[in-house]
Each structure stands twice: as structure tokens, then as C-alpha cells.
């Protein structure tokens, strides 16, 4: 049963935007925290950005004034918005659930930044 389900991926050029979502199953319960990450061929998996069960958010330096990460509480998905994209943002973007037994990862969707 898929946990994490995320859209929104794809190519885009350079100063381009998208916007990924991420809808977490009704069988997670206790959220606290959502968030993404990336990982980058040949590098390891950073964060970009989580917002907690208040709302308060974390950044990478990297990409702070572009992004932005926000939460839908009701419908338990989490959004980023990437705007002004460059090509070093390339990766596959995982979304990520945090629960106080365990956290949930999604499959993963690749963004490509390229002309």
C-alpha cells in the first residue's frame, strides 16, 4: 500500500517553477512533521525543506527565497513551491511523513532544470 503519494515533478528551464505535492494516506496517523528532500546522482539525500504540526518551516540554505513549503492539516498533504529554478536543483525529490513510531517515505519524483 502506497503511503506517500507525490505528483508534480518534471523538465523545466532554468528560472522556471513547479510545484510538487505530496497526499499522505488516511491509514498514517499523528503526523507531525512533512517535508522534502532531494538526492542528487552521485550525492546523498539533503533536506530542502519540512514545516511541522505548526507551522513553523526549515530551509536549506540553498534554496531559501525560492521555495516554499506549506501543509494542508485537513487533507494531510504537504506542497513546494520551487520557483526560480536552476539546474543544480536537479534530483529526485522524496517526500517524507514524520510519526513518533517511524517515519514514511514516497516513491520519489524526478525534477529536471535544464534548457
Known amino acids: 500500500q502506497v503511503q506517500l503519494v507525490e505528483s508534480g515533478g518534471g523538465l523545466v528551464q532554468p528560472g522556471g517553477s513547479l510545484r510538487l505535492s505530496c497526499a499522505a494516506a488516511?491509514?498514517?496517523?499523528?503526523?507531525?512533521?512533512m517535508g522534502w528532500y532531494r538526492q542528487a546522482p552521485g550525492k546523498e539525500r539533503e533536506l530542502v525543506a519540512r514545516?511541522?504540526?505548526?507551522?513553523?518551516?526549515t530551509y536549506a540554505d540553498s534554496v531559501k527565497g525560492r521555495f516554499t513549503i506549506s501543509r494542508d492539516y485537513v487533507k494531510n498533504t504537504v506542497y513546494l513551491q520551487m520557483n526560480t529554478l536552476k539546474p543544480e536543483d536537479t534530483a529526485v525529490y522524496y517526500c517524507?511523513?514524520?510519526?513518533?513510531?517511524?517515519?514514511?517515505w514516497g516513491q520519489g519524483t524526478q525534477v529536471t532544470v535544464s534548457s
Open positions: 517524507n511523513a514524520e510519526t513518533a513510531p517511524r517515519d514514511y
Open positions: 514545516i511541522n504540526s505548526s507551522g513553523g518551516s
Open positions: 488516511r491509514s498514517i496517523f499523528r503526523i507531525t512533521a
